[in-house]
């Protein structure tokens, strides 16, 4: 190419720098296009030796591809020079318009760094241009924004002289076009790459998601997907057959509903707070057949970090058995295991329930509640003049509101009769504490807690209350030494059944063990109290058949009240005290029915 006088140039030597450019494009790997450079400079360009230095990603070059002598490509192919070397050699040589020359006259200060090099000694130049072995020339590749793609070095002009203007421009051009050829290559590779990575998580997506089916389909327990926000918030998207099966419906027909269109009503507050948030929560759920089955839902939010939440992942877990299982077990907790009526532990829960720890006779009028709820008054301090309970958990005395006192001191005889030689069957460490009773109203100004009202005296003055009827049997001891327990037994459920005929809905009758029961009828009077008593006893002397033999008990009964400022235990042996008053009055033989 030098051969030619400039600025003249052979038009066959156009054609063939375009040919080696043209080529740097068909290649189509990265390999294939760095070792296309290096072959278009020997071939087109008039060089015997080319080498391509590619920057890494470190920063520092590599020998990526050499061409013209098999054995310096073998000695200096992948060997690296450092970027600091390679800035050096750039910022310090000649400068033909973007190409970088060191004549040997200079280079000797480059022998020792560490950039891969294939000099050999040679003799001085004869003439001016003439080129020597230990010459360098360096074409720097950059990529459209500026960025040092890697250097193109040359050796051994096959005219042995240093390249005119037109050797320069051509390199510089070529050098130019091998950039562009480097970096489509680059993105060729990243492009092929990226569709490698894309298909293997195609690949993987698509087995999850048959995992995630067949996990779906064939779990032993109920799945649903289900919407999540929208006007169709909760409707069901996709059910699986175990849920199917659990609730006696087809998936299409399950693609009708939401699980609030099938959860009970008493569950619906539940099901709403575990749609919201997630988590899990223990409802009902309807069957086709009008039934409801206990299940265990387990929501998980599945979200997407653009869109936010995008449909509920429900496991549904059948626990009917363990529900039932529950419920026997309460139950039994509850209830007395022969007679089936609740137990004393249910009868304690069922009466405080109805008690606070103030005493009815401490009232707060309506300007004094204003007052403590504005000024944050606590309490009824005002009132302390009325009583105040015993620093032992017993009651003063206190005057109720019609001038009557509603408590005494434990031990002594008061209203409810609590006698010191009568039988103290229900003392505890502390009167307002017993088994099952819930945490005490508030004793605010406004507590919503409707205080139990007990009447003053025996005598019916319109005032109606909680009356508690203490039961204890007569001549059911005789029974049973002379028939034996199993006939014993037979009376006590016969009598359950008696008390439990005689009594209104919503009344309660408990066992408290042996022979005694007790009855809680709500909203009597005393007049109506003493009649139901007189009921029960009537419904209990009737003789009872056992194994063709025929029995008679006899039943006494005292009348207590409850009212708020009392234990539940004080209440029950108030009524016990008056069973025994009354058993006492009557004579053995009277109260000996069979």
Not at 416 to 434: C, L, T
Request: net charge negative; glycine share 10%; aromatic share 6%.
């Amino acid at each position: 190419m030098e051969t030619e006088s400039e600025p003249y140039v052979r038009l066959a030597t156009l054609r063939q720098l375009h040919r080696v450019v043209a080529e740097l494009n068909t290649a189509r790997s990265l390999a294939d296009t760095l070792q296309t450079v290096v072959d278009g400079i020997v071939v087109g360009l008039g060089y015997e030796l080319a080498c391509v230095n590619l920057v890494r990603p470190d920063g520092d070059l590599v020998v990526a591809a050499f061409a013209g002598d098999p054995a310096a490509e073998a000695l200096i192919t992948g060997r690296v020079g450092s970027r600091a070397s390679w800035e050096r050699r750039l910022t310090m040589g000649e400068n033909w318009d973007g190409l970088r020359f060191i004549p040997h006259t200079e280079g000797w200060v480059l022998m020792e760094d560490d950039v891969p090099q294939w000099h050999t000694d040679g003799p001085d130049p004869r003439f001016e241009d003439e080129w020597h072995p230990e010459d360098r020339l360096y074409a720097p590749m950059y990529a459209s924004g500026g960025e040092l793609l890697g250097v193109i070095s040359v050796d051994r002009p096959r005219n042995g002289r240093r390249p005119g203007a037109w050797g320069r421009e051509a390199l510089q051009m070529y050098a130019f076009q091998a950039a562009i050829a480097i970096s489509n290559a680059r993105l060729r590779a990243n492009m092929q790459r990226a569709l490698v990575r894309l298909e293997r998580e195609q690949q993987a997506l698509r087995a999850s998601e048959e995992s995630f089916r067949q996990a779906f389909e064939y779990a032993p327990s109920g799945m649903a997907i289900a919407e999540m926000g929208g006007d169709q918030h909760g409707r069901l998207l996709r059910t699986n057959d175990a849920l199917c099966r659990l609730l006696g419906r087809p998936a299409s027909v399950l693609r009708r509903y939401s699980f609030s269109d099938l959860v009970h009503p008493e569950d619906i507050g539940t099901l709403l707070r575990t749609s919201a948030e997630g988590g899990r929560a223990e409802l009902r759920l309807g069957r086709r057949d009008g039934t409801y089955v206990w299940v265990s839902l387990r929501n998980s939010v599945v979200a997407d970090a653009a869109d936010g939440p995008r449909f509920l992942l429900t496991h549904v877990e059948d626990i009917e058995e363990r529900k039932r299982h529950e419920l026997q077990l309460a139950h039994r907790a509850s209830h007395d295991s022969l007679t089936g009526l609740p137990n004393s532990a249910a009868l304690r829960a069922r009466l405080g329930a109805r008690l606070c720890r103030r005493p009815q006779s401490v009232r707060a009028s309506a300007i004094e509640a204003l007052d403590a709820a504005f000024e944050g008054r606590d309490g009824y301090d005002g009132h302390a003049a009325h009583g105040a309970s015993g620093a032992n958990g017993g009651h003063a005395a206190h005057a109720g509101h019609d001038g009557h006192p509603v408590g005494a001191e434990a031990g002594g005889a008061g209203e409810h009769g609590f006698h010191a030689d009568g039988p103290d069957r229900f003392s505890g460490s502390d009167p307002f504490e017993f088994p099952g009773a819930p945490p005490a109203p508030s004793d605010g100004p406004y507590d919503h807690h409707v205080h139990t009202v007990a009447p003053a005296t025996d005598i019916d003055d319109g005032t109606k209350g909680l009356a508690v009827l203490f039961c204890d049997l007569d001549g059911f001891k005789s029974i049973n030494d002379r028939f034996g327990h199993h006939t014993g037994d037979a009376v006590l459920i016969e009598v359950a059944r008696r008390l439990t005929t005689g009594v209104r809905d919503g009344d309660t009758v408990a066992r408290l063990g042996g022979d005694e029961f007790v009855v809680l009828a709500d909203g009597l009077g005393a007049a109506d109290a003493a009649d139901l008593a007189v009921r029960l006893r009537n419904a209990i002397i009737p003789p009872i058949r056992v194994d063709g033999r025929a029995v008679r008990v006899g039943a006494s009964f005292g009348i207590g009240w409850a009212s708020c400022g009392m234990s539940a235990d004080e209440v029950l042996r108030s009524a016990d005290q008056r069973m025994y008053i009354e058993k006492r009055s009557r004579s053995k033989a009277h109260r000996r029915a069979g």
